[in-house]
């Protein structure tokens, strides 16, 4: 059905204005000052923006629903993950696929695409995680980028003998990114030293949810940075550092930028938003917010902040890894290394980005768009069919509502977690209306769509 968005302020990365929004076969055909009703074919659906504003679809480049992790397995299903999303206004997500050290790259891109084939309600692709890298790893890594349109890598720099990539499989990994024109995102620590620290730590008895913290201090993960950077500027490869936490990670980003290293930066909303005091919660109640790198100091959220506003920091998502607390972090009351990692924050992160961004003054409503839409379509390979309102993209369309009050509480998540890490904080504007390739998914902060409406995206390499 044809759908028309009247009298909205339309907000993209580079602009804003008064227009409405004319959509048709899943595309945006129109934008204008003023359109006619009358002039539109019968039947056409009218939904009027006054007072809201209207983005494109936000898009959140970090996201676990089907994670393996500490001996269990991430409570989503993409159904309610994704649902999750479209209420938030997320469109779009990047799944990591995240396979073990002895699996094939093949297997694990079947098996996430299938899970997400079967259940995801917006459209979705896929970061694939390289922990094994052998001749049959990097013949079937060729294929997943040429056949199947896997535009990205992750690695990880941590997490000893599960998913960490040794030095001398990382630089033939990056030269074979650039020969290929993947960019690779890289979660930046050091394992051995984390693997160390941890092991001091819990024969001093020190194995509270308040220690992961000090086991992977700020300095570790800025030493990872300089890593990965050290690499790819050896190689020419083109790298994207997910989840920083702190100032050092990013001035470690940015001095390599100097250098003509080609390096993205990422922040996601726990990190914005949340601090250390979080995870040292009486009653075993801090297990709820370990994630690595951990939650900081309060003092880094401000450079983080300023890092967005002047964009050496590209992107916003979610690292979205979504265990329960009664059953799955529970696993680590005797050893903090045992607990799952990761808040649930999909549904949350836009909202949590305009009232502690926008409404707070500290960014504006485009680099909103841009951090977290705009960007994301751009670095990897889905801009300009996703990211912008404009005329030949999709019809992916986010009527907000700036002025709506209210808080975050685990009873309005549709994610299957028992727990909300923003529980009781303020909230300052919704996604009132979602519009997905031209269907509406959510009204009234609902979700109303088709149930497995979403749509795989492969992507042309770029880099």
């Not at 030293?193 to 201090?217: K, N, V």
């Not at 990422?266 to 914005?272: D, G, Q, R, T």
Request: with cysteine.
């Amino acid at each position: 059905m044809p759908l028309l968005v009247k009298n909205g302020l339309v907000v993209n990365a580079d602009s804003q204005r008064r227009a409405d929004v004319f959509v048709e076969d899943e595309t945006i055909t129109r934008i204008e000052a003023a359109i006619d009703p009358a002039e539109l074919p019968e039947g056409t659906e009218v939904i009027d923006a006054t007072d809201r504003l209207v983005f494109p679809g936000f898009i959140d480049p970090h996201v676990h629903i089907h994670l393996p992790f500490m001996g269990t397995n991430a409570i989503d299903d993409h159904d309610s993950a994704t649902r999750a999303a479209l209420v938030g206004g997320t469109t779009t997500i990047i799944e990591m696929i995240c396979p073990g050290p002895d699996d094939e790259p093949r297997t694990a891109f079947e098996t996430w695409k299938g899970l997400a084939e079967d259940g995801a309600n917006c459209d979705y692709s896929f970061h694939l995680s390289v922990v094994r890298f052998d001749a049959l790893a990097d013949r079937q890594i060729r294929e997943l980028v040429a056949e199947h349109g896997v535009a990205s890598f992750k690695i990880f720099l941590a997490y000893k003998g599960a998913l960490d990539i040794a030095d001398s499989n990382l630089i033939p990994l990056l030269e074979l990114a650039r020969e290929l024109g993947v960019i690779v995102t890289a979660h930046c620590e050091n394992a051995e030293a984390i693997d160390a620290m941890q092991r001091r730590l819990l024969a001093e008895g020190r194995t509270g949810p308040e220690w992961h913290e000090p086991s992977r201090p700020r300095s570790v993960e800025a030493s990872g940075v300089n890593h990965l950077c050290t690499f790819a500027e050896l190689t020419g490869a083109h790298v994207y550092i997910v989840h920083t936490s702190c100032e050092a990670a990013l001035d470690q980003a940015i001095a390599a930028r100097k250098r003509g290293v080609d390096v993205r930066v990422e922040s996601v909303i726990p990190h914005l938003v949340l601090d250390d005091t979080c995870a040292e919660r009486p009653g075993f109640e801090g297990a709820k917010y370990v994630m690595s790198p951990p939650l900081r100091d309060a003092r880094e959220h401000e450079p983080l902040w300023r890092g967005i506003a002047d964009r050496s920091i590209s992107t916003i998502g979610t690292d979205h890894a979504p265990f329960n607390f009664g059953d799955q972090k529970t696993m680590g009351r005797d050893a903090f290394t045992a607990i799952p990692n990761g808040i649930p924050s999909i549904q949350e992160r836009v909202d949590l980005v305009h009232t502690h961004g926008v409404d707070a003054g500290r960014i504006d409503l485009q680099t909103m768009v841009d951090a977290c839409s705009t960007q994301a379509a751009k670095i990897f390979g889905l801009h300009p069919r996703k990211g912008v309102i404009a005329v030949g993209s999709d019809a992916d369309l986010v009527i907000y509502d700036p002025s709506f009050e209210g808080t975050f509480d685990v009873a309005d998540s549709l994610s299957k977690t028992d727990y909300s890490g923003y529980q009781g904080m303020r909230r300052k504007g919704r996604s009132e209306t979602v519009i997905l390739r031209g269907r509406t998914v959510v009204r009234a902060g609902r979700f109303v769509g088709e149930a497995g409406g979403g749509r795989y995206l492969p992507r042309t390499p770029s880099h």
